[in-house]
């Protein structure tokens, strides 16, 4: 597509509940992001997917998050038993190739709100 | 942990004035990306520096690269109300490279 699709765009979940947050990158970006951005700071990393090597999972908070990327395209975030903390905008990106050689495009991202 | 920072956290100004946020790295950046997030949007990347000491410009922005590579500024001349949003610097994580590590951002509001 001609840019990266997030969705949904908006999830409200009671805690305790497992959600999957999905990322449709731009086509032919090998590199896939996943980042979170809590209300009014900054972008937190959680996971890397580059072609077909192992993610790099460093950034997720605990074990009840984790991501996987199909096909070397579209990926899933599936954060399980949903805590208030979770709550904010997931936001993932593309690019071309491995971070820091070429600028990310990001999508929309997904809101969620833990209730 | 390899930190990146920036301030100032908000900037306030008159539209006209202009405006500076900088950029500082714990550790030497092999390149250094700068992105501008809009109110209720995503961050979309605006340029990447590469060599020390390295400027570039896009109209009334401009960017700068530090002579050791651990540092960054983005200067934007006569501030319009477009400019509105909150900017980011971000390098690279590691010495392959790595995931892009974000600074906290500047928010910049412009008064008309």
């Known amino acids: 597509g001609a840019g990266v699709s997030q969705s949904p765009s908006n999830k409200v979940t009671e805690k305790g509940k497992d959600v999957e947050l999905r990322c449709d990158p731009i086509s032919g970006h090998t590199a896939l992001y996943w980042y979170r951005q809590s209300l009014g700071q900054g972008l937190e990393f959680l996971i890397y997917f580059q072609g077909n090597s192992a993610p790099d999972k460093s950034g997720l908070p605990s074990d009840r998050f984790s991501a996987e990327r199909t096909g070397g395209s579209v990926s899933t975030l599936t954060i399980q038993r949903t805590q208030q903390e979770d709550s904010a905008v997931y936001l993932c990106?593309?690019?071309?190739?491995?971070?820091?050689?070429?600028?990310?495009?990001f999508g929309s991202g997904t809101r969620l709100t833990v209730v | 942990g390899q930190q990146v920072m920036q301030i100032p956290q908000y900037q306030h100004v008159q539209e006209g004035e202009d405006f500076t946020t900088y950029c500082n790295s714990s550790t030497t950046l092999s390149n250094i990306q700068w992105y501008k997030q809009r109110p209720g949007g995503h961050p979309v990347f605006l340029i990447q520096l590469v060599k020390s000491g390295e400027v570039k410009k896009q109209k009334r922005l401009t960017f700068q690269f530090g002579e050791a590579k651990k540092n960054s500024s983005l200067h934007i001349t006569a501030t319009q109300t477009t400019d509105v949003g909150t900017y980011f610097c971000a390098g690279p994580l590691g010495r392959q490279g790595g995931k892009l590590i974000f600074g906290q951002g500047t928010e910049l509001s412009v008064k008309p």
């Open positions: 990106a593309s690019s071309p190739l491995g971070p820091g050689l070429y600028g990310y495009t």
